[in-house]
């Protein structure tokens, strides 16, 4: 009456997971030139 169901076993086999290194902060190249200006007092 009651019917049991098929059983299957199934395996896997993966690698461990190895430590990432820390990701850099992202820093964009420089683009242009810099200008900078002096103002000096009595000016």
């Not at 009456?1 to 199934?10: F, R």
């Not at 395996?11 to 850099?24: A, C, K, N, S, V």
């Not at 420089?30 to 000096?40: F, M, P, R, S, V």
Request: glycine share 10%; with cysteine; aromatic share 4%.
């Amino acid at each position: 009456m009651c019917e049991k169901p098929d059983e299957l076993e199934i395996g896997t086999q993966t690698d461990e997971f190895l430590q990432r290194p820390t990701t850099p902060l992202y820093v964009p190249g420089k683009i242009g030139l810099d200008a900078e200006t002096q103002i000096i007092p009595g000016d």
